[in-house]
Nanobody
Framework: QVQLVESGGGLVQAGGSLRLSCVAS????????MGWYRQAPGKQREWVVS???????NYADSMKGRCTISRAIGESTVYLQMNSLEPEDTAVYFC??????????WGQGTQVTVSS
């Protein structure tokens, strides 16, 4: 079973940047789609961005223009570069992966806190 481990969260001031990483224990090409969700306190988990094995990307309107998802295939890693962060971006960010079969894989989450 491929495991996903996120890192890179932390505390940043409004307007700052963070780069989150999601390392897969196996080949990321075992996933058709990988991406990120986030969950703010008291709110439902919200989809943020995804990338396919073909490299196609999709972004939620809330983060469009402020974040970029990318892959380092040789490192089995997916990155989320976030810029111009706002206090409303404060949340736990979860990496996920979808295969053609079986349940969705989730990472344990990494906390992002943006101070005003």
């Amino acid at each position: 079973q491929v495991q996903l481990v996120e890192s890179g969260g932390g505390l940043v001031q409004a307007g700052g940047s963070l780069r989150l990483s999601c390392v897969a224990s196996g080949n990321i090409f075992s996933f058709n789609v990988m991406g990120w969700y986030r969950q703010a306190p008291g709110k439902q988990r919200e989809w943020v961005v995804s990338i396919t094995t073909g490299g196609s990307t999709n972004y939620a309107d809330s983060m469009k223009g402020r974040c970029t998802i990318s892959r380092a295939i040789g490192e089995s890693t997916v990155y989320l570069q976030m810029n111009s962060l706002e206090p409303e971006d404060t949340a736990v960010y979860f990496c996920y992966g979808d295969r053609s079969f079986g349940p969705r894989s989730w990472g344990q989450g990494t906390q992002v806190t943006v101070s005003s």
